[in-house]
């Protein structure tokens, strides 16, 4: 019986952790399928300013909520995907984009990695052929280190050295 009482408090338990953990659906009427995936994939690809690594989709903010519900009309109003995005930027700015434009304001979050791999090819060309120009020949020696290594070479080795 006691055992009953337990189990039973668990599954309750699960059922109202389950409960706490379900988000608020976006009930939204289209006008036609199209127009519905449209608006999502419109919704993909434009961030949430409030949370800045969330899509419209993925984001529980209050804005990212208004947010949907402004794209999802404008779509079944028969706005173009360009009138859309163009409303939203001039709102929000070009933040707003996952894959911002490309003009002045942005030529560096394009260019900006193949000029650094440009430098990094550089630098890398420049520290091999230093490298490769510095001489890999034995160095010379005078006539006196010659004769000194001769005769160690020529000396026996006495019984306490191992040879």
Known sequence: ?????????????????????????????????????????????????????????????PVAQDLRLEVYTMVDEGKSDAEIV???????????????????????LWLGPFVLMLIALYVALVVVRKQRGKSTAAPEMS?????ELEALLKRKPSEGEKS
């Open 1 to 61: 019986m006691k055992t009953l009482k337990i189990l039973a408090g668990f599954v309750a338990s699960l059922v109202l952790a389950f409960n706490v953990m379900a988000t608020p659906v976006d009930t939204y009427e289209f006008k036609s399928t199209d127009n519905q995936k449209r608006a999502l994939s419109l919704a993909h690809e434009l961030r949430c300013p409030q949370c800045q690594n969330q899509n419209l989709i993925d984001s529980n903010s």
């Open 143 to 147: 006539e006196a280190e010659r004769e």
């Open 86 to 108: 163009d409303f939203m930027t001039s709102r929000y700015g070009d933040f707003v984009l996952y894959k911002p434009r490309l003009d002045p304001k942005t030529y560096i």
